[in-house]
T-cell receptor, first 113, second 111 residues
Framework: GAVVSQHPSRVICKSGTSVKIECRSL??????MFWYRQFPKKSLMLMAT?????????EQGVEKDKFLINHASLTLSTLTVTSAHPEDSSFYIC?????????FGEGSWLTVV | RKEVEQDPGPFNVPEGATVAFNCTYS??????FFWYRQDCRKEPKLLMS???SGNEDGRFTAQLNRASQYISLLIRDSKLSDSATYLC????????????FGKGTSLLVTP
């Protein structure tokens, strides 16, 4: 079964609204989780590192005020895309590590119309 | 220059063929190397780690050349189910569990 679960798997929202994506580690605690974004035919790009109990660390070029990350517990990180625009339509995926293994969520397809 | 570069393909090969993918990385301090497989609209899945001594897992062989900063993946006796995008992944010593992905190489195995 899934070790890292992501929800929702697909979401369609109107331009200007906000969308929240959840990433949960199901049977382990993760002090850090990672959020990636993948545009069609492009590579998975690290957006930010989510740190439990502290601010997320964003990669260069990723707007922290647009992509809000909250890691309030050791098993949950959320990514909120605020004021979504059609160009934010993408595949968003999270990951967490345990020991020598990295687990990915199932990914979330966001379409902004 | 991108940190991890791959030929995007697509590679179209018949069943049973042998196909090789290459990947180069720019950061000489890179520490760990992997090949992931990604099926259409799905999350990436670890195919194999890549070691300096090279490693083999069934029909798959991965090799690392640190001097040339080059990684390869060889697939023998291709199966239809091998059709996917193969992602070259690199990490550095201070990146923790964060992965640096290549763009991926698309493989289509045909009957």
């Amino acid at each position: 079964g899934a070790v890292v679960s992501q929800h929702p798997s697909r979401v369609i929202c109107k331009s200007g609204t906000s969308v929240k994506i959840e990433c949960r580690s199901l049977d382990f605690q993760a002090t850090t989780m990672f959020w990636y974004r993948q545009f069609p035919k492009k590579s998975l790009m690290l957006m930010a590192t989510s740190n439990e109990g502290s601010k997320a660390t964003y990669e260069q070029g990723v707007e922290k005020d647009k992509f809000l990350i909250n890691h309030a517990s050791l098993t949950l990180s959320t990514l909120t895309v605020t004021s979504a625009h059609p160009e934010d339509s993408s595949f968003y995926i999270c990951s967490a590590g345990r020991g020598n293994t990295i687990y990915f969520g199932e990914g979330s397809w966001l379409t902004v119309v | 220059r991108k940190e991890v570069e791959q030929d995007p393909g697509p590679f179209n090969v018949p069943e049973g063929a042998t196909v090789a993918f290459n990947c180069t990385y720019s950061n000489s301090a890179s520490q760990s190397f992997f090949w992931y497989r990604q099926d259409c609209r799905k999350e990436p899945k670890l195919l194999m780690s890549v070691y300096s001594s090279g490693n083999e897992d069934g029909r798959f062989t991965a090799q690392l050349n640190r001097a040339s900063q080059y990684i390869s993946l060889l697939i023998r006796d291709s199966k239809l189910s091998d059709s996917a995008t193969y992602l070259c992944v690199v990490t550095s010593s201070n990146s923790g569990y964060a992965l640096n992905f290549g763009k991926g190489t698309s493989l289509l195995v045909t009957p």
